[in-house]
DNA sequence: CTGAAAGCGCTTACAG
DNA sequence: CTGAAAGCGCTTACAG
């Protein structure tokens, strides 16, 4: 592999003049430049990141941090940061936190300090105010997504508005006996959403004089199997509610899957409203809030970016929540009762 | 961020003591180890990663390359890679081609080459002859996924088997009129599981005497809304074929859902089989030949930390291509013509 | 067992 | 515009 030491003895320069005519704003003569990139481009020369790493202090690498790569609702996430990544020439260093649990602080301690990413995004886990202020005094940018926090850029939706708009949609199509299956299950003592949803379904059902159903409020882990298991035990026993409101568009599936597997007809016999926006809601027709996961990762690497930049403006770096719209989606899941 | 030097001045030693001293195999009286241990806790002392890089040649990064991050194939394959990875301490670097048509080259070049990545595995995306050599040129191993290249460590599964044992059980059932849609619509030169798939297929329905209908292949990429298009297509107009093949678990839920738009029953009417394993299709009763996508990640991962290891064998250097069992799953979705 | 020194591959003031 | 030199933060022979 060919070095910068390489590149100069073939274009008959020194490497300070390689480093100089392979950087954008280097200052070098057109014809040096020319000789340079020749000679660079014929030895398929690259600088090491490595060594320009060292060098500037910059690695033009942004560390991506999620609970778990395979989950629907966090693949799409980080596909949105990729290609505005990509785009940018940026490399993306991935960790799961769920992987090993308790480990939250390793995470920041053993990859970021070790320096080899200029910034991180952290998905869904919450940082605590010391590692944003560490990150701060440090000159390395973060921004989180799905939580927000004083002091640090952050994307998301709103959370509670979208469980309340959820919850109204079904409560001004009539109906009173609501379940709601919560995401709670799942390892979160930082997924601030659960909560949050819970208090907009409550208050939307309130709005309508109506309480929560305590033995209708069922925690699942945002699969489809478990939530389906959980509403068939729901449904399959008792008295029934009229509508299901879920956390995520798999838990609805689950539950469409469960109402179809005890003969009950979905939107005739119980609705079903999700969370998401997942494209198999759209093939079966579940009716949604959707919240464009993709898009939130695309803006948030966009603000990262921002911030990296040399040109940044006291604006760019001013930290705040950038609010991602969500929308109702109405399928045939949801009716009239 | 405390640096090496901040250790050595805390712990009164030099630096290359403190190097020794953090190190494994480091030869350090177990008193100076101690020393240095205390000092780099209590300072938060990480080696940095390029420090290291630069002085021993190695990264403890592997990166990843994979079409989409965003399907649910290439995030199963991914989180199976990153448990394995992060287990052993090792970082991800994740790279996706599709993201830049016709830039495949170019990730090699601008990345590998930037010497930041110990090693690649490369998810999908065939690996040229040249690739291959000077990767093992320059020490850097690599593992193949989902393909096979003489002289380069591969992992996948049968294509052309899992495509003939699913048109088998089909034909077992008694049927004969079977259509296949396949992923061939996909941006693909390099996938060669389109044309092992097609074949299998073939060979299969050749077996009992019976052609392959061209008017009933068709052409689909991989996602249930498209698939869902072709197949509503293909069931709603002239004659019908009495079961379906499809090359992912996806497509066939699209075509299930075309199915029951169109009236028809599943099962009853027309089977349904695909491939994958994918959780949506156990809930869903599909039948499939499941490939265990996070599995073959591991493995990967595993073969590639192998070749990796000081200690490694000319036996786990040995280029050559692990086969991952895949399983008949019989679920509802097909049955007796 | 430990330290001084060289070197990994770059970039960037500092001179000229 | 260009080069020599220092330095980024480590590791590792080489001596002792």
New interface residues.
Partial sequence: ?AGIKDVAAAAGVSTATVSRALTPGGRVSATTRERVETAATRL?Y??????A??ATGR?R?IGVIVP?????FY??V???I??TL??LGY??????TA??AGQDERIF???L????VDAVISVSMQLKEQDASFLRS?GRPAVGIGFSLEGLSTVGVDDYAMAHQATTHLTGLGHRDIAHVSGGRVVAENYSLIGQRQRGFADALAETGTGVNASWVVESDF???DA?AKISALLGSGRRPTAVFCDSDEMA??GM?AASQLGLRVQEDVSFIGIDGH??G???GLTTISQAP?EQGRIAAQTLLRSLSPESTADDLRAGHQLVESSLVVRSSTRRL
């Fill in positions: 592999m398929g690259v600088a090491s990141s490595l060594g790493g060292l690695t690498n778990l790569i395979d989950r629907w693949s799409q980080v596909g949105g990729a290609v990509q785009d490399d993306l260093t991935l960790y799961n992987l090993k301690h053993d990859y300090y070790r320096r080899q440090v699969t489809i199997a389906r599936i689950g899957l494209e198999l759209e093939a079966m993709g």
